[in-house]
Structure formats: structure tokens, C-alpha cells
């Protein structure tokens, strides 16, 4: 069974860090793209952050760039998200993804070119 868990979430003060993580597990992912999405309530699930098979190449949205930081880990099968001066805007719960058979990141903020999804971690961001 395939599947992402999403760990490293939580409460924290406006200003304050957090780091997500997204471990993997029934197939490798180090092949493919990965990125992290966000969903606050009532919204739409936004793009985040994506990151090439390698880690050479990574892509933000405006709102989190110079904030936030995607990596990876492939001999762990790992996606990490550093959340660093959070803001309560960024409260939502985190939801990272694989983009099996795509290994860069052209058209990574579309949802549909993403083919496993975790399950979501909240991250609340009092102000």
C-alpha cells in the first residue's frame, strides 16, 4: 500500500518555526516530484512549494517565498517543509504529494499532475 504520512505540525506563535515532514512508504519516491499543498477552511487547497526528484530545483508560492523551505531526503524517502516566520495566514492543514512519473517540476502548482497524496497535518499560527 502506497502511501505519504505528514508529521510536524502543530501550534506555534506568529514568528515561530515549524518543520513538516512527509515520509513515504509501499513504493520509492525518488524518481518523482513532490510538493506540499495547504488548505484553510474555506478555501480551496492551495499550492505551496515543489521540488524536482533531485532537490536542484524548487518552486514557492509568493506568499511563503523567502519563508518556507521544501527539501528532501531520498535514501529516506522524505519530503520536508521548514516553516520559518509563520504567519496566522498560513494556519491550514499541510497536505504533501508525489508526482509519479514526473521528476521536475514544469506545471508543479496544478493539482492534477499530483498522484498520491498524505493525509494532512494542521498547523495553527496564533497571533
Known amino acids: 500500500q502506497v502511501q505519504l504520512v505528514e508529521s510536524g505540525g502543530g501550534l506555534v506563535q506568529a514568528g515561530g518555526s515549524l518543520r513538516l515532514s512527509c515520509a513515504g512508504s509501499?513504493?520509492?519516491?525518488?524518481?518523482?516530484?513532490m510538493g506540499w499543498f495547504r488548505q484553510a477552511p474555506g478555501k480551496d487547497r492551495e499550492f505551496v512549494a515543489a521540488?524536482?526528484?533531485?532537490?536542484?530545483?524548487?518552486v514557492y508560492a509568493d506568499s511563503v517565498k523567502g519563508r518556507f523551505t521544501i527539501s528532501r531526503d531520498n535514501a529516506k524517502n522524505t519530503v520536508y517543509l521548514q516553516q520559518n516566520s509563520l504567519l496566522p495566514e498560513d494556519t491550514a492543514v499541510y497536505y504533501c504529494?508525489?508526482?509519479?512519473?514526473?521528476?521536475?517540476?514544469?506545471?508543479?502548482?496544478?493539482?492534477?499532475?499530483?498522484?498520491?497524496w498524505g493525509q494532512g497535518t494542521q498547523v495553527t499560527v496564533s497571533s
Open positions: 504529494a508525489a508526482r509519479a512519473g514526473y521528476s521536475g517540476t514544469y506545471d508543479s502548482t496544478n493539482r492534477a499532475t499530483y498522484t498520491y
Open positions: 509501499g513504493r520509492t519516491f525518488s524518481r518523482d516530484a
Open positions: 521540488i524536482s526528484w533531485s532537490g536542484s530545483v524548487t
